[in-house]
Structures are given as C-alpha cells and as structure tokens.
C-alpha cells in the first residue's frame, strides 16, 4: 500500500529539486523517493560507524586477557563453582 507524504519547500528548494529530478530525466516524486531512501541507508552505516569507532578505542587499552580456550575453561570453572556448596 502507497502512503501519500506532503512536504513544504522553499521556492529554491524546490527548483534545486526539480532541476536535480530534471537532470537525470525522472520525476520530481521518484527523485525525491530515491533522495529519502539514499537518506536512510546513510543514516544507518552512521551506526556502524560509531560501533567501529568504539571498537578502535577500546582496542586501544590495555586490559588482561588469554587465549580462547583458556578464557572458556575460566568461564566453565566460574559457572561449575557457583553449584558447589
């Protein structure tokens, strides 16, 4: 199902647009579907951005830490002694 969105431009706005959907011969409503779609793909590799970001500085101190199996065989023995009485 088709939503109809209403939007209010500037007169500039709205010839810079116009000339934009001109320019690569659609219309001005499929230019701009494609301009909120673009939009949005943007906006969500913003967020795999700040996830690397963090993943760089936290990367960038020093903290302890093992090989898997033995970090594994901790967490294992950390679970197992919390059963015993």
């Known amino acids: ?9 500037r007169d500039l706005e709205y010839l810079e647009i ?4 001109r320019s690569q011969q659609m219309s001005i409503a499929e230019w701009v579907r494609q301009a909120l779609v673009r939009a949005c793909r943007r906006e969500d590799l913003g ?3 700040k996830k690397l970001a ?5 990367s960038q ?8 199996e033995t970090m594994l065989a901790e967490i294992e023995q950390g679970y197992l002694s ?4």
Not at 1 to 9: D, E, G, H, N, P
Not at 18 to 21: D, G, M, P
Not at 54 to 58: C, D, K, L, S, T
């Open 1 to 9: 199902m088709a939503k109809q969105l209403k939007v209010i431009l």
């Open 18 to 21: 116009q000339q934009a959907a």
């Open 47 to 49: 967020d795999v951005e």
């Open 54 to 58: 963090a993943v760089r500085i936290a």
């Open 61 to 68: 101190h020093e903290s302890p830490t093992a090989d898997i």
């Open 82 to 85: 919390d059963r015993q009485p």
